[in-house]
Antibody, heavy 122, light 112 residues
């Protein structure tokens, strides 16, 4: 079975950074893009960006450029999302989600992690 | 900052048919990009419901169907069931900026 297992909840102070991990299993990690999507309390889904685990190439939403860094470690099939200069507006659940674009040519997310709650509070 | 607009809520009795619209523009749906739909049950992560406008992944009941025309798409649920009560999001690709994936505003489906 395909699984994306995310790291545990985080509590951060304003101005700090957070790094969330997403460990993939059950498929070839380098064969699928990995997205990061967040959801603030009571709000909708917001796309943050993707990483191509094969090349390490990234594409970030303009809103997060300069503040987000997506990386991966192919030796342990894990993707990471680092968000810096946190404010209370960054309080949200952060999801990783797999994208089969390289295989299908379609831009969608077919497998999701369970999410990581990040709370930013002084 | 969603660029795809959905109705905030729709409701129906068990067994009825409900539809959810997803309205975009010439830089996303109208540009020919496909629309995908996700279901988010309360307290859980989203799951893929339909891909490429109308295709169901394995395990998704055939009471869920989708279509796309012009700058809009729609999701239909026929034979509404209690377990369909959830939030639904459309998603597409937008070429106006740096290759964005965009989500709809989300629709809460309530089973009366």
């Amino acid at each position: 079975h395909v699984h994306l297992v995310q790291s545990g909840a985080e509590v951060k102070k304003p101005g700090a950074s957070v790094k969330v991990s997403c460990k993939a299993s059950g498929y070839t990690f380098t064969g699928y893009y990995m997205h990061w999507v967040r959801q603030a309390p009571g709000q909708g889904l917001e796309w943050m960006g993707w990483i191509n685990p094969n090349s390490g190439g990234t594409n970030y939403a303009q809103k997060f450029q300069g503040r987000v860094t997506m990386t991966r470690d192919t030796s342990i099939s894990t993707a990471y999302m680092d968000l810096s200069r946190l404010t209370s507006d960054d309080t949200a659940i952060y999801y990783c989600a797999r994208d089969p674009y390289l295989l299908t040519g379609f831009n969608y997310m077919d497998v999701w992690g369970k999410g990581t709650t990040v709370a930013v509070s002084s | 900052q969603s660029v795809l607009t959905q109705p905030p809520s729709v409701s129906g009795a068990p067994g009825q048919r409900v539809t959810i619209s997803c309205t975009g523009s010439s830089s996303n749906i109208g540009a020919g990009y496909d629309v995908h739909w996700y279901q988010q049950l309360p307290g859980t992560a989203p799951r893929l419901l339909l891909y490429a406008n109308s295709n169901r992944p394995s395990g998704v009941p055939d009471r869920f169907s989708g279509s796309k025309s012009g700058t809009s798409a729609s999701l239909a649920i026929t034979g509404l069931q209690a377990e369909d009560e959830a939030d639904y999001y459309c998603q597409s690709y937008d070429s106006s900026l740096s290759g964005l994936y965009v989500f709809g505003t989300g629709t809460k489906v309530t089973v009366l």
